[in-house]
Protein backbone atom coordinates (compact mmCIF):
# COMPACT_ATOMS: atom_id res chain seq x y z
CA UNK A 1 0.00 0.00 0.00
CA UNK A 2 1.61 3.19 -0.89
CA UNK A 3 2.09 5.84 1.57
CA UNK A 4 -1.12 8.38 0.66
CA UNK A 5 -4.24 9.35 1.46
CA UNK A 6 -5.72 10.65 -1.45
CA UNK A 7 -9.47 11.73 0.30
CA UNK A 8 -10.19 12.83 3.47
CA UNK A 9 -14.22 12.78 4.00
CA UNK A 10 -15.84 14.40 6.78
CA UNK A 11 -19.23 13.07 7.80
CA UNK A 12 -21.69 15.88 8.89
CA UNK A 13 -25.37 16.67 10.47
CA UNK A 14 -25.67 19.73 8.22
CA UNK A 15 -23.89 20.06 4.77
CA UNK A 16 -24.78 23.74 4.48
CA UNK A 17 -23.55 24.57 7.39
CA UNK A 18 -20.49 22.46 7.64
CA UNK A 19 -19.58 24.17 3.96
CA UNK A 20 -20.28 27.84 4.73
CA UNK A 21 -18.05 27.44 7.66
CA UNK A 22 -14.65 26.43 5.31
CA UNK A 23 -16.24 28.77 2.93
CA UNK A 24 -15.89 31.70 5.56
CA UNK A 25 -12.19 30.25 5.89
CA UNK A 26 -11.67 31.10 2.60
CA UNK A 27 -11.92 27.75 0.69
CA UNK A 28 -13.05 27.37 -3.10
CA UNK A 29 -15.51 24.81 -3.26
CA UNK A 30 -14.95 22.70 -6.75
CA UNK A 31 -17.55 20.95 -8.92
CA UNK A 32 -19.19 17.91 -7.04
CA UNK A 33 -21.72 15.38 -7.25
CA UNK A 34 -24.79 16.57 -5.53
CA UNK A 35 -24.66 15.56 -1.46
CA UNK A 36 -20.94 16.46 -1.91
CA UNK A 37 -18.89 19.40 -1.20
CA UNK A 38 -15.23 19.24 -2.26
CA UNK A 39 -12.36 21.16 -1.62
CA UNK A 40 -9.16 20.50 -3.68
CA UNK A 41 -6.14 20.16 -1.10
CA UNK A 42 -2.38 19.67 -2.63
CA UNK A 43 -2.39 16.05 -4.30
CA UNK A 44 -5.54 15.32 -2.24
CA UNK A 45 -9.07 16.44 -2.12
CA UNK A 46 -11.10 17.10 1.28
CA UNK A 47 -15.11 16.39 0.86
CA UNK A 48 -18.09 17.25 2.90
CA UNK A 49 -20.42 14.14 2.81
CA UNK A 50 -23.69 13.89 4.83
CA UNK A 51 -23.30 11.56 7.61
CA UNK A 52 -26.54 9.38 7.10
CA UNK A 53 -25.30 8.95 3.57
CA UNK A 54 -21.99 8.25 4.50
CA UNK A 55 -22.95 6.11 6.80
CA UNK A 56 -25.13 4.53 3.88
CA UNK A 57 -22.42 4.22 1.96
CA UNK A 58 -19.96 2.31 4.26
CA UNK A 59 -22.53 -0.18 5.31
CA UNK A 60 -22.79 0.76 9.32
CA UNK A 61 -25.40 2.30 11.46
CA UNK A 62 -25.10 6.28 11.89
CA UNK A 63 -24.73 6.10 14.95
CA UNK A 64 -21.52 3.75 15.00
CA UNK A 65 -19.58 7.18 13.72
CA UNK A 66 -18.27 8.97 15.90
CA UNK A 67 -15.71 12.41 15.56
CA UNK A 68 -12.77 14.45 17.01
CA UNK A 69 -10.39 11.01 17.52
CA UNK A 70 -8.95 12.46 13.68
CA UNK A 71 -6.97 15.66 14.10
CA UNK A 72 -6.11 17.32 10.50
CA UNK A 73 -3.11 19.48 11.03
CA UNK A 74 -2.73 22.89 9.02
CA UNK A 75 0.45 24.13 9.65
CA UNK A 76 1.87 27.70 9.33
CA UNK A 77 5.38 28.98 8.30
CA UNK A 78 4.95 31.44 11.44
CA UNK A 79 3.94 31.60 15.14
CA UNK A 80 1.77 34.99 14.25
CA UNK A 81 -0.14 32.92 11.47
CA UNK A 82 -1.21 30.54 13.97
CA UNK A 83 -2.67 33.32 16.57
CA UNK A 84 -4.17 34.82 12.93
CA UNK A 85 -5.92 31.48 11.71
CA UNK A 86 -7.20 30.48 15.05
CA UNK A 87 -8.56 34.56 15.10
CA UNK A 88 -10.50 33.67 11.84
CA UNK A 89 -11.63 30.22 12.83
CA UNK A 90 -13.79 31.52 15.33
CA UNK A 91 -15.08 34.32 14.00
CA UNK A 92 -16.06 31.79 11.21
CA UNK A 93 -17.81 29.71 13.99
CA UNK A 94 -14.86 27.38 14.99
CA UNK A 95 -15.32 26.52 18.90
CA UNK A 96 -11.60 27.05 20.41
CA UNK A 97 -10.43 24.23 22.28
CA UNK A 98 -6.66 25.22 22.87
CA UNK A 99 -5.49 29.22 22.24
CA UNK A 100 -2.13 29.58 20.83
CA UNK A 101 0.68 28.49 22.75
CA UNK A 102 3.96 26.66 23.10
CA UNK A 103 3.53 23.06 22.40
CA UNK A 104 5.22 19.94 24.44
CA UNK A 105 7.43 19.25 21.26
CA UNK A 106 9.29 22.28 20.94
CA UNK A 107 6.43 24.51 18.01
CA UNK A 108 3.43 26.34 18.49
CA UNK A 109 -0.17 25.51 18.34
CA UNK A 110 -3.49 25.77 19.02
CA UNK A 111 -7.28 23.38 18.43
CA UNK A 112 -10.17 24.06 16.92
CA UNK A 113 -13.22 22.19 16.52
CA UNK A 114 -15.54 22.89 13.14
CA UNK A 115 -19.01 23.42 13.65
CA UNK A 116 -19.31 19.48 12.88
CA UNK A 117 -17.22 18.99 16.06
CA UNK A 118 -14.40 17.83 13.43
CA UNK A 119 -10.95 18.77 15.48
CA UNK A 120 -7.92 21.21 13.62
CA UNK A 121 -4.40 21.90 14.75
CA UNK A 122 -3.32 25.07 13.62
CA UNK A 123 0.50 24.93 14.13
CA UNK A 124 3.98 26.74 13.45
CA UNK A 125 7.06 23.55 13.80
CA UNK A 126 10.31 25.37 13.53
CA UNK A 127 11.77 21.69 12.78
CA UNK A 128 10.02 20.82 9.41
CA UNK A 129 9.35 23.86 7.43
CA UNK A 130 6.88 24.33 4.73
CA UNK A 131 7.71 23.94 0.47
CA UNK A 132 7.03 26.75 -1.04
CA UNK A 133 3.69 25.43 -2.53
CA UNK A 134 2.70 24.66 1.35
CA UNK A 135 3.47 20.72 1.12
CA UNK A 136 4.42 19.27 4.46
CA UNK A 137 7.57 16.75 5.16
CA UNK A 138 8.12 15.79 8.31
CA UNK A 139 11.01 16.50 9.91
CA UNK A 140 11.26 14.14 13.47
CA UNK A 141 10.25 17.21 15.57
CA UNK A 142 10.59 17.44 19.31
CA UNK B 1 -6.31 29.34 4.82
CA UNK B 2 -4.64 27.62 2.90
CA UNK B 3 -6.30 24.36 1.15
CA UNK B 4 -4.06 21.91 2.81
CA UNK B 5 -3.88 19.35 5.41
CA UNK B 6 -0.31 19.18 6.62
CA UNK B 7 -0.82 16.09 9.50
CA UNK B 8 -3.48 13.61 9.86
CA UNK B 9 -3.52 12.39 13.28
CA UNK B 10 -5.30 9.32 14.19
CA UNK B 11 -6.28 8.63 17.87
CA UNK B 12 -5.42 5.06 19.31
CA UNK B 13 -5.69 3.13 22.18
CA UNK B 14 -2.83 0.72 21.41
CA UNK B 15 -0.17 2.43 19.76
CA UNK B 16 2.13 -0.54 18.67
CA UNK B 17 -0.85 -2.59 17.34
CA UNK B 18 -2.11 0.32 15.40
CA UNK B 19 1.34 0.93 14.50
CA UNK B 20 1.78 -3.11 13.63
CA UNK B 21 -1.53 -2.71 11.32
CA UNK B 22 -0.29 -0.06 8.81
CA UNK B 23 3.68 -1.73 8.69
CA UNK B 24 1.64 -4.83 7.96
CA UNK B 25 0.68 -3.19 4.47
CA UNK B 26 4.00 -2.30 4.01
CA UNK B 27 4.42 1.31 5.21
CA UNK B 28 7.73 2.62 6.86
CA UNK B 29 8.02 4.78 9.70
CA UNK B 30 9.88 8.19 10.29
CA UNK B 31 11.52 8.72 13.30
CA UNK B 32 9.65 10.48 15.71
CA UNK B 33 9.11 11.91 19.13
CA UNK B 34 8.36 8.59 22.07
CA UNK B 35 4.21 8.47 22.22
CA UNK B 36 4.05 9.16 18.36
CA UNK B 37 4.31 6.66 14.95
CA UNK B 38 4.28 9.16 11.69
CA UNK B 39 4.79 7.99 8.32
CA UNK B 40 5.52 10.18 6.03
CA UNK B 41 2.78 10.69 2.74
CA UNK B 42 3.22 13.02 -0.45
CA UNK B 43 3.54 16.63 1.31
CA UNK B 44 1.77 15.13 4.44
CA UNK B 45 2.22 13.03 7.84
CA UNK B 46 -0.29 10.84 8.71
CA UNK B 47 0.75 10.19 12.90
CA UNK B 48 -0.41 7.75 15.20
CA UNK B 49 -0.80 9.15 18.61
CA UNK B 50 -2.46 8.18 21.92
CA UNK B 51 -6.13 8.81 22.99
CA UNK B 52 -4.98 9.92 26.26
CA UNK B 53 -2.34 11.53 24.70
CA UNK B 54 -4.39 13.27 22.30
CA UNK B 55 -6.86 14.51 24.44
CA UNK B 56 -4.58 15.96 26.94
CA UNK B 57 -2.73 17.59 24.13
CA UNK B 58 -5.93 18.88 22.86
CA UNK B 59 -7.05 19.76 26.34
CA UNK B 60 -10.61 17.79 25.98
CA UNK B 61 -11.93 14.98 27.78
CA UNK B 62 -10.73 11.51 26.68
CA UNK B 63 -14.48 10.37 25.76
CA UNK B 64 -15.41 13.47 23.67
CA UNK B 65 -13.30 11.27 21.63
CA UNK B 66 -14.59 9.43 18.76
CA UNK B 67 -13.68 7.71 15.65
CA UNK B 68 -15.21 7.24 11.91
CA UNK B 69 -16.89 10.19 10.78
CA UNK B 70 -13.64 10.82 8.89
CA UNK B 71 -13.09 8.78 6.31
CA UNK B 72 -9.37 8.43 4.48
CA UNK B 73 -9.16 7.56 0.81
CA UNK B 74 -6.67 5.73 -1.15
CA UNK B 75 -6.80 5.54 -4.38
CA UNK B 76 -5.86 3.04 -6.70
CA UNK B 77 -4.65 3.05 -10.81
CA UNK B 78 -7.46 -0.44 -11.51
CA UNK B 79 -10.58 -2.59 -9.58
CA UNK B 80 -7.83 -5.35 -9.66
CA UNK B 81 -5.51 -3.13 -7.24
CA UNK B 82 -8.68 -2.32 -4.84
CA UNK B 83 -9.15 -6.34 -4.51
CA UNK B 84 -5.64 -7.04 -3.55
CA UNK B 85 -5.24 -3.97 -1.39
CA UNK B 86 -8.72 -4.92 0.74
CA UNK B 87 -7.30 -8.41 1.04
CA UNK B 88 -4.16 -7.66 1.65
CA UNK B 89 -6.09 -5.34 5.04
CA UNK B 90 -8.02 -8.11 5.74
CA UNK B 91 -4.67 -9.88 6.05
CA UNK B 92 -3.27 -7.26 7.99
CA UNK B 93 -5.96 -6.99 10.67
CA UNK B 94 -8.60 -4.93 8.71
CA UNK B 95 -12.08 -5.73 9.65
CA UNK B 96 -14.28 -5.33 5.80
CA UNK B 97 -16.94 -3.21 6.39
CA UNK B 98 -18.02 -2.72 2.38
CA UNK B 99 -16.39 -5.66 0.14
CA UNK B 100 -14.96 -4.34 -3.50
CA UNK B 101 -18.03 -3.52 -5.68
CA UNK B 102 -19.38 -0.48 -7.98
CA UNK B 103 -20.11 2.74 -6.02
CA UNK B 104 -23.05 4.78 -7.18
CA UNK B 105 -20.68 7.73 -8.73
CA UNK B 106 -19.55 5.55 -11.31
CA UNK B 107 -16.35 3.86 -9.73
CA UNK B 108 -15.68 0.98 -7.84
CA UNK B 109 -14.28 1.40 -3.85
CA UNK B 110 -14.97 -1.01 -0.66
CA UNK B 111 -14.09 0.63 2.96
CA UNK B 112 -12.60 -1.14 5.81
CA UNK B 113 -11.96 -0.23 9.30
CA UNK B 114 -8.17 -0.82 10.94
CA UNK B 115 -7.86 -2.18 14.05
CA UNK B 116 -8.95 1.13 16.15
CA UNK B 117 -12.28 1.89 14.00
CA UNK B 118 -10.44 4.23 11.83
CA UNK B 119 -11.99 4.10 8.74
CA UNK B 120 -10.43 3.84 5.00
CA UNK B 121 -12.17 3.91 1.36
CA UNK B 122 -10.11 2.28 -1.14
CA UNK B 123 -11.65 3.27 -4.38
CA UNK B 124 -10.81 3.65 -8.20
CA UNK B 125 -12.12 6.67 -9.82
CA UNK B 126 -11.85 6.70 -13.49
CA UNK B 127 -12.77 10.21 -13.91
CA UNK B 128 -9.57 11.42 -11.88
CA UNK B 129 -6.64 9.39 -12.37
CA UNK B 130 -3.92 9.40 -10.30
CA UNK B 131 -0.52 11.77 -11.20
CA UNK B 132 2.57 9.13 -11.67
CA UNK B 133 3.54 9.87 -7.81
CA UNK B 134 0.31 9.07 -7.09
CA UNK B 135 -0.85 12.31 -6.28
CA UNK B 136 -4.87 13.04 -6.45
CA UNK B 137 -6.50 15.95 -8.31
CA UNK B 138 -10.52 15.77 -8.16
CA UNK B 139 -12.09 15.98 -11.61
CA UNK B 140 -15.98 15.99 -10.38
CA UNK B 141 -16.66 12.43 -10.46
CA UNK B 142 -20.02 10.95 -10.77
Not at 71 to 90: F, I, S
Not at 109 to 119: L, Q, R, S, T
Request: aromatic share 10%.
Amino acid sequence: MEQRVSLITLGVADLANAAAFYERLGWARVEAPDGVIAFDLIGQTLGLFGLSALAEDIGVAEGTLGRGAVTLGHNLRTKEEVDDLMQRAEAAGATILKPPQAAYWGGYHGYFADPEGHIWEVAHNPFSPLADDGAFCWNGYG
